[in-house]
């Protein structure tokens, strides 16, 4: 066992399911109060607000774990607070994104949308998800979770991502500046990146133009990835052959949008993981990290303030 060189204590906030006590504790980790812990298990993602707070009048405190993978909303804070250590969930989340987003590609290339949608007997339709063109934007864990569940189908992998060096189960890895020849023979597109400023919209009507005809989009990253208005113009022209969208913008999707009677649009709440699916997950990584930041090792899960993820 590492001999301990920062203190244990971890506070859990706002204090939640007995899940995350049980996984600090495993960890080698005491449960204590916020003005005691020099480590915290930040649980509420929209309250940057209370959680910068929370660090300005605990002083102790230089590790904070995020609860989810995108960290958009609190990344001036991130950067604003370089003396401390963030982690997030972006190793913890790709199994069962990537799961979600190759179920969206084969109903979308098996015409599942539309048989779902009949209430009576039809005629047959689809094409194979098998030897198919697959980009993926985004080279993290979900990239690579997705690319080893696609391995089986025999795809042609092209990733686009900030480097270009090798990337495991890709024929080929481009830069964004080359996003539309990464489009232009894509079977299916795949958004699986952090929101940025420079990704939000990164698919827009000129990208959503470049794809071949009938080629699908898959976004199980985050809604403003895409321009909502351009993805309907394409869909509704019969330029796209579908979406599959666990998030959109806006989000919730409200009743009535035109996104929920468009054919070829598969919609689901945002449920590529859930907290159902997360907890053995997330246990795993907070475990781990109380263990890493007690023995004064590298933590997983580094959240890059410049970087954004």
Not at 170 to 175: I, P, Q
């Amino acid at each position: 066992m590492v001999e301990a060189t920062r203190s244990p204590d971890v506070a859990i906030l706002p204090r939640s399911a007995p899940y995350l006590e049980e996984a600090v504790e495993a960890g080698g980790g005491r449960v204590v109060d916020v003005s005691e812990a020099s480590g915290l298990i930040w649980t509420r993602p929209s309250a940057v607000e209370e959680l910068e707070h929370t660090l300005e009048t605990h002083s102790r405190i230089g590790w904070v774990q995020l609860p989810s993978a995108g960290v958009e909303d609190q990344l001036p804070l991130i950067r604003s607070r370089r003396d401390l250590v963030f982690t997030n969930t972006k190793i913890t989340y790709a199994p069962p994104v990537a799961e979600m987003a190759l179920g969206l590609l084969i109903a979308l290339f098996r015409d599942i949308d539309r048989y779902a949608r009949e209430t009576t007997w039809t005629k047959q339709s689809g094409r194979m998800l098998t030897g198919s063109e697959i980009t993926i934007v985004g080279g993290g864990g979900i990239a690579r979770a997705l690319a080893d569940l696609l391995a089986p189908f025999g795809c042609r992998i092209t990733v686009v991502r900030r480097h270009d060096r090798p990337f495991a189960g890709a024929e080929r890895v481009l830069t964004p500046a080359h996003l539309h020849e990464a489009l232009r023979d894509a079977d299916a597109v795949v958004l699986a990146l952090p929101l940025l400023d420079d990704t939000t919209g990164i698919l827009g009507a000129d990208e959503l133009a470049a794809l071949p005809e009938g080629a699908f989009v898959v976004n199980v990253a985050r809604g403003a990835h895409i321009d909502t208005g351009a993805l309907l113009d394409s869909l509704r022209s019969g330029h796209l052959g579908g979406a599959g969208l666990d998030v959109t913008d806006p989000e919730p999707l409200p009743d009535g949008h035109p996104l929920w009677e468009t054919p070829g649009v598969i919609i689901t709440p945002h449920s590529a993981n859930f907290a159902a699916l997360s907890v053995p997950l997330l246990s795993a990584v907070i475990t781990e990290n109380v263990g890493r930041w007690a023995g004064d090792r590298e933590m997983r899960a580094i959240v890059d303030p410049d970087l954004g993820y």
